[in-house]
């Protein structure tokens, strides 16, 4: 066995996660995707500042799951938008 054969692949970008801007935008756009109730309530927005100033304060939910706050600073807002609107 070679040593290529263990190589691991990291993303270049060390803030990236996944593909997002980092975890707690990540995180949060994961629990906007696969939560129903928040899923369907979230298809009725066309950005993520509405989401959050009106759908999620109607579900009384401030964070997700895994402890991430949905106005965490550390977010990616634009992100957030493009995700919103592809959802509906």
């Known amino acids: ?3 290529n054969d263990n190589v691991i692949f990291i993303e270049n970008d060390k803030t990236k ?3 997002w801007a980092n975890y707690e935008t990540w995180n949060v756009a ?3 995707q696969n ?6 309530l979230a298809k009725q927005f066309d950005n993520y ?3 959050i100033n009106l759908g999620i304060k109607y579900l009384n939910l401030s964070k997700t799951g895994d402890d991430v706050s949905f ?6 807002i ?3 938008d493009n ?3 592809e959802l509906s």
């Open 30 to 32: 994961l629990w906007i």
């Open 35 to 40: 939560t129903e109730e928040i899923y369907k």
């Open 17 to 19: 996660h996944m593909g």
């Open 83 to 85: 995700m919103i609107k």
């Open 49 to 51: 500042k509405d989401f």
């Open 71 to 76: 106005t965490n600073k550390l977010l990616n």
């Open 78 to 80: 634009e992100e957030l």
């Open 1 to 3: 066995m070679s040593d």
